[in-house]
């Protein structure tokens, strides 16, 4: 399976500002996904990622709050700007394996708590 | 609007019971289902996944997957107190999970 690492693991931010969140691949992988956790809920679609084209958002996601970049087949990122307590959450990056993505696996997430 | 559907528990299960969680979805152009695990503070583990109509069986878990009836479920046999946890019921659709909202397992000595 694939591994996959994230940075940071956590981070306390202060209202306004932005944090760019890494995930990286160990093996090349077609799209990566974004996900967002709120407290005490379940995970939500952000942002589906391919490597060389726009990222494509779910519904209630923009680009100009999650802007996210794809420069290669390892790797990602997502950034949470404009930053509101609203948006303290864990946020996950996923990838899939397998024909017909029969295989999902997250990061460790980053928690993000905003203040 | 695709939907997935869990109680929500805690489902309360004795110390090596069988505890069984349900999950049902919408999409009938979902194409695998998973089941994750998730504690606390934790991000989501993969516990399995199956595709195929039927049973899918892995050490003390088994996933069964009815498509017709739009339904799948996970037993998870000779219950530990490890086990509990949150257990994430996803369904994918080209690589685009949806989770449900997840049921909490709280296993009993």
């Known amino acids: 399976s694939a591994v996959i690492s994230q940075k940071p693991s956590r981070d306390i931010c202060q209202r306004g500002t932005s944090l760019t969140i890494q995930c990286q691949v160990d093996?090349?992988?077609?799209?990566m996904f974004w996900y967002r956790q709120q407290p005490g809920q379940s995970l939500t679609l952000i942002a589906t990622?391919?490597?060389?084209?726009?990222?494509?958002?779910e519904s209630g996601f923009v680009i100009d709050k999650f802007p996210i970049s794809r420069p290669n087949l390892t790797f990602s990122t997502l950034t949470v700007s404009n930053m509101s307590p609203e948006d303290s959450s864990i946020y996950l990056c996923?990838?899939?394996?397998?024909?017909?993505?029969?295989?999902?696996?997250f990061g460790q997430g980053t928690r993000l708590t905003v203040v | 609007q695709k939907e997935v559907e869990q109680n929500s528990g805690p489902l309360s299960v004795p110390e090596g019971a069988i505890a069984s969680l349900n999950c049902t979805y919408s999409d009938r152009g979902s194409q695998s289902f998973f089941w994750y695990r998730q504690y606390s503070g934790k991000s989501p583990e993969l516990i399995m996944f199956?595709?195929?109509?039927g049973d899918k069986e892995d050490g003390r878990f088994t996933a069964q997957l009815n498509k017709a009836s739009q339904y799948v479920s996970l037993l998870i046999r000779d219950s530990q107190p490890s086990d509990s946890a949150t257990y994430l019921c996803a369904v994918s659709s080209w690589g685009k999970l949806q989770f449900g909202a997840g049921t909490q397992v709280v296993v009993t000595p």
């Open positions: 093996s090349q992988v077609t799209m």
């Open positions: 199956i595709y195929s109509n």
């Open positions: 996923s990838v899939e394996e397998g024909d017909g993505g029969t295989e999902a696996f």
């Open positions: 990622a391919n490597q060389g084209s726009e990222a494509t958002y």
